[in-house]
């Protein structure tokens, strides 16, 4: 169960391809820090290159177990990874959003999904680094020490004659 959300708007963006087995495809390209009073899928303003689609919206969650993963998403450049599918409209449904780095590797397994690696807003960032400040509790690494085993019990058993 979450101990804390946080509502994302995400942009999808609708780009032309030069290839044989299809004219454009779809992936997401921003992530929003509050979700605008709009419909899904209304378009915004767009470039000749690409369409720009407001996707839709999702919610990111923050675990306490997961602190420490948070900090190392937010050591580097922070991000938050999105995941969507193809659907039968020729468009794409909203899957997944984390700020969990192994979580967002994990989105990747699906072959059918499209995973994109997105900036991580500052107002996600605050959140998360107040979330991580209030709950990360560091735990010490413990390294299992190997018993070593008595050579004569691995050793092999003498024949064993049958009876009558």
Same mark, same amino acid.
């Given at each position: 169960?979450?101990?804390?959300?946080?509502?994302?708007?995400?942009?999808?963006?609708?780009?032309?391809?030069?290839?044989?087995?299809?004219?454009?495809?779809?992936?997401?390209?921003?992530?929003?820090?509050?979700?605008?009073?709009?419909?899904?899928?209304?378009?915004?303003?767009?470039?000749?290159?690409?369409?720009?689609?407001?996707?839709?919206?999702?919610? $990111? #969650? %923050?675990?306490?177990?997961?602190? /420490?993963?948070?900090?190392?998403?937010? !050591?580097?450049?922070? *991000?938050?990874? +999105?995941?969507?599918?193809?659907?039968?409209?020729?468009?794409?449904?909203?899957?997944?959003?984390?700020?969990?780095?192994?979580?967002?590797?994990?989105?990747?397994?699906?072959?059918?999904?499209? $995973? #994109? %690696?997105?900036?991580?807003?500052? /107002?996600?960032?605050?959140?998360?680094? !107040?979330?991580?400040? *209030?709950?990360? +509790?560091?735990?010490?690494?413990?390294?299992?020490?190997?018993?070593?085993?008595?050579?004569?019990?691995?050793?092999?058993?003498?024949?064993?004659?049958?009876?009558?």
């Amino acid at each position: 169960m979450p101990v804390s959300t946080f509502p994302i708007g995400v942009v999808i963006a609708k780009r032309p391809l030069k290839s044989l087995w299809a004219d454009h495809e779809w992936l997401a390209v921003a992530v929003l820090p509050e979700v605008p009073p709009v419909e899904p899928w209304t378009r915004l303003p767009s470039t000749t290159a690409e369409e720009l689609y407001f996707g839709g919206a999702l919610v $990111l #969650e %923050a675990h306490t177990g997961d602190t /420490a993963f948070y900090r190392d998403n937010l !050591a580097g450049t922070p *991000t938050v990874w +999105v995941s969507v599918r193809p659907n039968e409209d020729l468009r794409v449904d909203l899957v997944a959003a984390t700020v969990d780095p192994y979580e967002g590797e994990s989105l990747a397994d699906n072959l059918s999904d499209r $995973l #994109e %690696a997105l900036p991580m807003p500052d /107002a996600v960032r605050d959140w998360l680094a !107040a979330f991580v400040a *209030t709950h990360h +509790v560091e735990r010490p690494f413990f390294k299992r020490q190997r018993q070593r085993q008595d050579p004569e019990s691995l050793g092999r058993r003498g024949r064993v004659e049958p009876t009558e």
